[in-house]
Nanobody, 121 residues
Framework: VQLQASGGGLVQAGDSLRLSCAASGRILSSWIMGWFRQAPGKEREFVAAMRWSNGNTKYADSVKGRFSISKNSAEHTAYLQMNSVKPEDTAVYYC???????????????WGQGTQVTVSS
């Protein structure tokens, strides 16, 4: 199964944006779908994750209350709804799959290609 992230773009601070992560095949119920981001000159960081089977979620403190991860199982797609975006949200956003409900990127075994989000002030 391949993952493809899309939906990035240039937005203004305070705007909303929805990222999509489309899988080329069925996402197993045992999988956890996660979103990570990497800003220029910074390390990759965890953003959000969802357990595919029951919809349980976890978020980084920096996005809690502003971002929301969701899914469409029939479409094999995960989403990241980004509200009230800030300039510090500017990064390349990646979706990934893991068998562990974890914030650690090295536990994710399948990665999408990334989509650029730029937030202007």
């Amino acid at each position: 199964v391949q993952l493809q992230a899309s939906g990035g773009g240039l937005v203004q601070a305070g705007d909303s944006l929805r990222l999509s992560c489309a899988a080329s095949g069925r996402i197993l119920s045992s999988w956890i779908m996660g979103w990570f981001r990497q800003a220029p000159g910074k390390e990759r960081e965890f953003v959000a994750a969802m357990r595919w089977s029951n919809g349980n979620t976890k978020y980084a403190d920096s996005v809690k209350g502003r971002f929301s991860i969701s899914k469409n199982s029939a479409e094999h797609t995960a989403y990241l709804q980004m509200n009230s975006v800030k300039p510090e949200d500017t990064a390349v956003y990646y979706c990934a799959a893991s068998s562990q409900f974890t914030t650690q990127g090295n536990e994710y075994f399948r990665w999408g290609q990334g989509t650029q989000v730029t937030v202007s002030s």
